[in-house]
């Protein structure tokens, strides 16, 4: 596998490898990049469905999505879609995936599948260079602190989704979400401290109010979005991505209206977070 860098401290292409020949010491070469960099992204890629599926089941185990819609035909991939006439993308802002669980999900194996002539770009950013950033006053000052994390606001039947064109696409607006997690953790693989709060799901900090916990979560969410602490990607078919939810954000540019955009998500199982 060779590899290069897609931003100055997040990212990195991989060429060389097929994703559905990967196995054993090719695997765990490529854990362990997107475990440093954030995410990966594959070009090229022949990846069925099966494929997919298969590779996630190598990784370690899938999550199935909540509130997507689902593959009738592989019921484990959620469909990430936008129809021409519709205004509204899913994950059209910077977040986390599943920090709104008690153990969030490792990450996600995303596939091109139909993409518009032009736009839907995809962002990340890196948490590790995010938290590295800080001052050291603003790391004395979030030491030791939890916050609170849900998707209730989001996906429950009058959250945000709701008052869209998106809503009628998606499921599980019963569910009833809420995690508390340290606003530092360590990776569980590498030993890195990363900040773990992101605008879409983390509400206030324990023992605050949301008013309260506001200047200070605006504060590290603006120092996470530095320039060189970001990554860009341009899809094209034959793209596959894979970002770990620990290390990174991302977000879903939703510019290509009057075009249809699909794509296919498995979602990586993941482990008890801890500072």
Same mark, same amino acid.
């Given at each position: 596998m060779q590899t290069t860098p897609m931003g100055p401290k997040c990212g990195v292409e991989v060429s060389g490898i097929q994703l559905r020949d990967a196995k054993g010491e090719s695997m765990d070469a490529i854990r362990n990049l997107i475990y440093e960099h954030g995410v990966a992204v594959f070009r090229d890629q022949d990846f069925?469905?099966?494929?997919h599926i298969e590779f996630g089941h190598r990784w370690g185990g899938i999550d199935v999505n909540n509130y997507f819609p689902l593959n009738k035909d592989f019921p484990?991939?959620?469909?990430?879609?936008?129809?021409?006439?519709?205004s509204t993308n899913i994950g059209g802002a910077w =977040? !986390?995936? =599943?920090?709104?669980?008690?153990?969030p999900a490792m990450g996600s194996v995303l596939v091109a599948r139909d993409l518009p002539p032009s736009g839907g770009d995809t962002e990340w950013a890196h948490m590790g260079a995010a938290y590295d950033a800080l001052s050291d006053e603003l790391k004395a000052?979030?030491?030791?602190?939890e916050a609170? =994390?849900?998707?209730? =606001?989001?996906?429950?039947?009058?959250?945000?989704?709701?008052?869209t064109d998106m809503g009628k696409n998606l499921r599980g607006q019963d569910l009833k979400t809420g995690a508390i997690h340290p606003v530092v953790i360590r990776h569980?693989? !590498?030993?890195?401290?990363?900040?773990?709060?992101?605008?879409?799901? !983390?509400i206030h900090f324990v023992g605050q109010t949301r008013e309260q916990s506001?200047?200070?979560?605006?504060?590290?969410?603006?120092?996470?979005?530095?320039?060189?602490?970001t990554c860009r990607l341009q899809w094209k078919p034959g793209t596959?991505?894979?970002?770990d939810n620990r290390t990174s954000w991302h977000n879903a540019i939703n510019d290509y209206a009057g075009h249809r955009r699909e794509m296919h998500r498995i979602t990586l199982s993941g482990e008890a977070l801890a500072a």
């Open positions: 069925s469905p099966q494929d484990e991939i959620a469909l990430v879609k936008k129809e021409a006439d519709e =977040h !986390t995936d =599943h920090s709104y669980d008690q153990i000052e979030i030491e030791g602190l609170f =994390h849900t998707a209730d =606001h989001v996906y429950k039947a009058d959250g945000l989704y709701a008052q569980p693989h !590498t030993g890195r401290k990363l900040l773990y709060v992101n605008g879409g799901f !983390t506001l200047p200070l979560l605006q504060k590290l969410l603006d120092a996470a979005l530095e320039a060189d602490n596959v991505a894979i970002w």
